[in-house]
């Protein structure tokens, strides 16, 4: 395993930022640790709409995301490097390093890179595959970090460690990540004047940001501000919450992730030896569990059953919905599978017979793997969204011209970018971060091989969409 070195990042939080060197010194220190005062984390809310059908509203979710201080997160960063030994080696003696394959670098054949979800996908793909006749079955594990139990959560981490008891820095980093305190991102820059009420162009007063998110400094404040500000004051109720509950660890920090798999270690073991009793496999991507056997339809409910009750003796407070689940069953016929859907449910709880096999954003129907249709949808859900916002300010902007002469004053190139390739993605695909979903779908496609072929038709005339759309909302905002 590499050398674990510190990465400090320029984000805005209310530690100043300080060199590597400084944080490395601090975080590998386990005196300076166990004394050292964690900042809050920053919470806010990554929401999304569920996909719905044409003609219906989706209903919106809303995952909360907390984030440390720098120096905090190099800590973080610190103990899951030194948690990650013990664990990794637990997986490798257990026989289970292919198959909990989230928050983890897991080598691609051959050295080059590590796997994303594209080749989890492939791989749960190909086991169905070498199957035949065979049944899959799809689970999900509700509100996972949310309900992670902290006493199992200290057992885990000391069965990691090899200790009965932990040691007192390892105990100030459990304590901080657990009975964690943070602080809602907009009430904070409300307090800062970051945040507040202003006078849009058409002179309706609205909440937003009083400066640009350029000009909102690194470090958020001093001390004496964090004080007087944030913590309670003479004059102010502090906006410090904490987490008073027993269970929960916040999504977002580094540590977390790898808590969350070793919490279910026993529960992966279980579901090792069903998969060895039946001659199967299993998959899990962080709350996403998928088992592949070759059994009946009859044998396949019943273990669908009796995973959702194992994950209770298991994985102390989790829960597996029944609605949550699905079961899917293929048989082979000629040169393809045939897939049904045995048990299969919507977002409501409501039947669906013809629900798709899917995993990891992908959709297998028995002869090609294609890119699910709700990403598809939510795709250029999102291209109509980016181009009425567009069309809307270029209209503003050029007021009086016509459809054809604003399209020609507008950087369609620009827009495009924000969906279509990469230039030089043979240079730039190590890092997903700089993946537009064109590039994705062109990974996915040449990953997949004759599997993915399909995946090239679905993305072939986007170009051309956007700038449809864009046409189209020209006219609609003139």
């Known amino acids: 395993m590499k050398a674990w070195t510190a990465s400090v990042r320029r984000y805005p939080h209310f530690d100043p930022v300080i060199s590597v060197a400084e944080a490395e010194a601090l975080a590998t220190d386990p005196a300076r640790v166990a004394t050292h005062t964690f900042y809050p984390f920053l919470k806010y809310d990554e929401g999304w709409t569920v996909y719905a059908k044409k003609g219906r509203h989706g209903k919106r979710k809303d995952r909360p995301i907390r984030f440390a201080a720098r120096l905090d997160s190099c800590i973080f960063s610190y103990y899951r490097h030194i948690l990650s030994v013990p664990y990794e080696a637990r997986l490798q003696t257990e026989g289970l390093s292919d ?12 050295g080059s890179g590590g796997q994303s979800n594209i080749d ?5 793909v190909e086991a169905i595959q070498s199957q035949g006749n065979c049944c899959a079955i799809a689970l999900d594990i509700s509100s996972f970090f949310e309900t992670l139990d902290h006493g199992r959560l200290r057992d885990v981490w000391a069965e990691l460690l090899g200790v009965s008891r932990l040691p007192a820095d390892h105990f100030k980093v459990y304590q901080t990540i657990t009975r964690y305190p943070f602080v809602d991102i907009i009430k904070a820059y409300t307090r800062l004047g970051f945040y507040g009420d202003k006078t849009d162009r058409n002179g309706k007063v609205r909440p937003g940001f009083l400066k640009a998110r350029s000009e909102i400094p690194v470090q958020l ?14 004059t102010q109720s502090s ?28 529960f992966d073991k279980y579901l090792r030896d ?22 009946l339809e009859a ?9 959702r009750s194992a994950i209770t003796t298991y994985g102390k407070g989790l829960l597996i919905k029944e609605e949550k689940s699905a079961i899917h069953r293929f048989e082979v016929e000629g040169e393809r599978q045939e897939v049904r859907t045995i048990k299969a449910s919507d977002k409501d709880g409501r039947p669906m017979p013809n629900k798709p096999f899917e995993y990891l954003g992908f959709r297998y129907d028995g002869r090609h793997v294609f890119i699910r249709d709700k990403t598809m949808s939510n795709l250029h859900r999102k291209i109509a969204s980016v181009c009425r916002a567009t069309a809307i300010r270029q209209v503003k902007r050029y007021q009086g011209k016509l459809t054809h002469d604003i399209l020609a004053l507008t950087d369609i190139e620009k827009l495009i970018q924000a969906f279509g390739s990469v230039e030089d993605f043979h240079m730039k695909a190590a890092d997903y971060r700089s993946w537009t979903f064109t590039t994705y779908a062109k990974r996915a496609s040449k990953t997949m091989g004759a599997l993915g072929k399909p995946i090239a038709r679905q993305i072939k005339n986007l170009r051309s969409a956007i700038h449809r759309r864009l046409e189209y909302e020209l006219t609609r905002a003139q």
């Open 99 to 110: 198959s909990v394959v989230a928050y983890r670098r897991i080598s691609k054949p051959g």
């Open 221 to 234: 404040c001093d001390g004496r501000t964090f004080q007087a500000k944030i913590a309670r004051s003479a």
């Open 299 to 307: 044998d396949a409910i019943v273990l669908e059953k009796e995973i």
């Open 274 to 295: 069903i998969c060895i009793n039946f001659g199967g496999r299993f998959f899990r991507y962080s709350d996403d569990i998928l088992v592949i056997a070759p059994i």
């Open 239 to 266: 906006i410090i919450e904490v987490n008073k509950l027993c269970i929960g660890v916040p999504q977002g920090a580094p540590l977390s992730d790898l808590l969350a798999n070793a919490y279910l270690l026993e």
């Open 120 to 124: 989890f996908a492939l791989s749960a």
